[in-house]
């Protein structure tokens, strides 16, 4: 037995989760239902953002803490993660939980798994690093680090044959949770703005860094576009406070725009936008699967993408998922210099004058959402619970 930070009995059936930003926050809520539906006794503590803690988890540390991205930028940060990394560390050793699930952040993950491998507690990675698109060689860390990886995508568990890492293809749940027609209309009427327009969704990201890299360029292509177009509106989710107060302290720059910020809510944004300008990462699955043409944009600290570059670390052809999963250029990609006003606005024109390539894009994009439906938190649920279903036969 073990007691949580509030005083809280811990039972052998703890499972313990880290969640390093919104995206994972969302899998690991949906995961820690299926669990509960399969093994109502189950337990969960570690870190997570408030969808893990509205499920029940014991969260000792908030997941957006974790949430820095690029080679370099994590330097600022490195001595505060690693005092991080210390003290979780020492809690989960102390509370030795029946598993431990990293949910993405390899760079943080990998490490906390490798250590409590050798400390014989069951290991599990949920969602599978991104070895098919740069750093391959960490295939080998993987092998060392987890006993298992659930992965979310079809073309994954290949990537891992080679070094005979234990792996289960799960599907996305977001694929499961998003239904297959998403309303437009309802959207607006939800977000109490008016049907008749038409409306450009920004998704500059959950991440800090991310939105100060890409909410400036995106109000510059939205500055453009209203020359345009003027009857264009512009919708933007922030995933946090901290990310709305950033986002609206830039807005403040553009007078000229029309845009409406919502704290949260990023689906239903997706959903009442005629186009969509996103960040690269999990975003365009969920514009993928709500089915709206868009703009990808993926910009790095300058020294981050010279590195990825000079050491030839990005090896796949496109960064954006809807791509990757469909192996063509099904929307458009944008990276690091050509992430600049003029060049969103005229990629997002495209689209607007171009109403017979927007009908094909969405019906490749139902097709794709099809297949991806799968049941996956159902699936990674029972794939958690079979691989500790032994170290309970034992005890």
Same mark, same amino acid.
């Given at each position: 037995?073990?007691?949580?930070?509030?005083?809280?009995?811990? @039972?052998?059936?703890?499972?313990?989760?880290?969640?390093?930003?919104?995206?994972?926050?969302?899998?690991?809520?949906?995961?820690?239902?299926?669990?509960?539906?399969?093994?109502?006794?189950?337990?969960?503590?570690?870190?997570?953002?408030?969808?893990?803690?509205?499920?029940?988890?014991?969260?000792?540390?908030?997941?957006?803490?974790?949430?820095?991205?690029?080679? !370099?930028?994590?330097?600022?940060?490195?001595?505060?993660?690693?005092?991080?990394?210390?003290?979780?560390?020492?809690?989960?050793?102390?509370? @030795?939980?029946?598993?431990?699930?990293?949910?993405?952040?390899?760079?943080?993950?990998?490490?906390?798994?490798?250590?409590?491998?050798?400390?014989?507690?069951?290991?599990?990675?949920?969602?599978?690093?991104?070895?098919?698109?740069?750093?391959?060689?960490?295939?080998?860390?993987?092998?060392?680090?987890?006993?298992?990886?659930?992965?979310?995508?079809? !073309?994954?568990?290949?990537?891992?044959?080679?070094?005979?890492?234990?792996?289960?293809?799960?599907?996305?749940?977001?694929?499961?949770?998003?239904?297959?027609?998403? /309303?437009?209309?309802?959207?607006?009427?939800?977000?109490?703005?008016?049907?008749?327009?038409?409306?450009?969704?920004?998704?500059?990201?959950?991440?800090?860094?991310?939105?100060?890299?890409?909410?400036?360029?995106?109000?510059?292509?939205?500055?453009?576009?209203?020359?345009?177009?003027?009857?264009?509106?512009?919708?933007?989710?922030?995933?946090?406070?901290?990310?709305?107060?950033?986002?609206?302290?830039?807005?403040?720059?553009?007078?000229?725009?029309?845009?409406?910020?919502?704290?949260?809510?990023?689906?239903?944004?997706?959903?009442?936008?005629?186009?969509?300008?996103?960040?690269?990462?999990?975003?365009?699955?969920?514009?993928?699967?709500?089915?709206?043409?868009?703009?990808?944009?993926?910009?790095?600290?300058?020294?981050?993408?010279?590195?990825?570059?000079?050491?030839?670390?990005?090896?796949?052809? !496109?960064?954006?998922?809807?791509?990757?999963?469909?192996?063509?250029?099904?929307?458009?990609?944008?990276?690091?210099?050509?992430?600049?006003?003029?060049?969103?606005?005229?990629?997002?024109?495209?689209?607007?004058?171009?109403?017979?390539?927007?009908?094909?894009?969405?019906?490749? !994009?139902?097709?794709?959402?099809?297949?991806?439906?799968?049941?996956?938190?159902?699936?990674?649920?029972?794939?958690?619970?079979?691989?500790?279903?032994?170290? /309970?036969?034992?005890?």
């Amino acid at each position: 037995m073990a007691s949580s930070a509030d005083g809280v009995i811990l @039972n052998a059936r703890t499972i313990a989760l880290v969640a390093g930003e919104a995206s994972g926050d969302q899998l690991g809520a949906a995961l820690m239902r299926a669990i509960r539906i399969q093994d109502p006794e189950a337990r969960f503590a570690g870190i997570g953002g408030p969808l893990m803690k509205a499920e029940g988890m014991d969260c000792w540390w908030e997941s957006d803490q974790l949430a820095v991205m690029g080679l !370099f930028e994590v330097l600022a940060h490195l001595p505060r993660l690693l005092a991080l990394r210390k003290q979780l560390l020492q809690r989960l050793i102390e509370l @030795n939980p029946a598993v431990y699930i990293g949910i993405d952040a390899p760079d943080f993950n990998l490490r906390i798994e490798k250590k409590l491998k050798s400390k014989n507690i069951p290991v599990i990675h949920y969602v599978s690093p991104t070895v098919w698109a740069w750093r391959p060689g960490r295939v080998k860390t993987i092998a060392k680090a987890t006993d298992l990886v659930l992965c979310l995508f079809p !073309f994954e568990p290949a990537c891992y044959q080679r070094q005979a890492v234990k792996t289960v293809y799960t599907g996305h749940p977001l694929a499961d949770q998003i239904p297959l027609e998403v /309303d437009a209309e309802a959207a607006r009427t939800a977000l109490s703005i008016e049907p008749g327009n038409r409306y450009i969704a920004l998704l500059p990201g959950s991440r800090a860094g991310e939105v100060d890299k890409l909410s400036a360029p995106m109000l510059d292509a939205a500055t453009e576009l209203t020359r345009r177009y003027p009857d264009l509106c512009f919708i933007v989710p922030a995933a946090n406070e901290r990310v709305r107060n950033t986002i609206e302290t830039v807005l403040r720059q553009y007078p000229a725009v029309n845009c409406q910020v919502y704290s949260g809510r990023g689906k239903e944004v997706i959903a009442a936008a005629d186009i969509v300008v996103c960040a690269s990462g999990t975003a365009t699955l969920e514009v993928m699967l709500i089915n709206r043409p868009m703009v990808v944009c993926y910009r790095l600290a300058a020294m981050t993408y010279k590195t990825m570059k000079w050491f030839k670390l990005l090896k796949s052809r !496109f960064f954006s998922l809807p791509n990757i999963l469909a192996s063509e250029a099904l929307v458009p990609e944008l990276l690091q210099h050509e992430v600049e006003g003029t060049r969103i606005a005229q990629e997002v024109s495209s689209w607007l004058e171009q109403p017979d390539k927007c009908a094909e894009l969405k019906q490749r !994009f139902e097709l794709m959402h099809r297949e991806l439906k799968t049941d996956a938190a159902c699936a990674a649920a029972t794939a958690v619970l079979n691989h500790i279903k032994p170290a /309970d036969d034992k005890a």
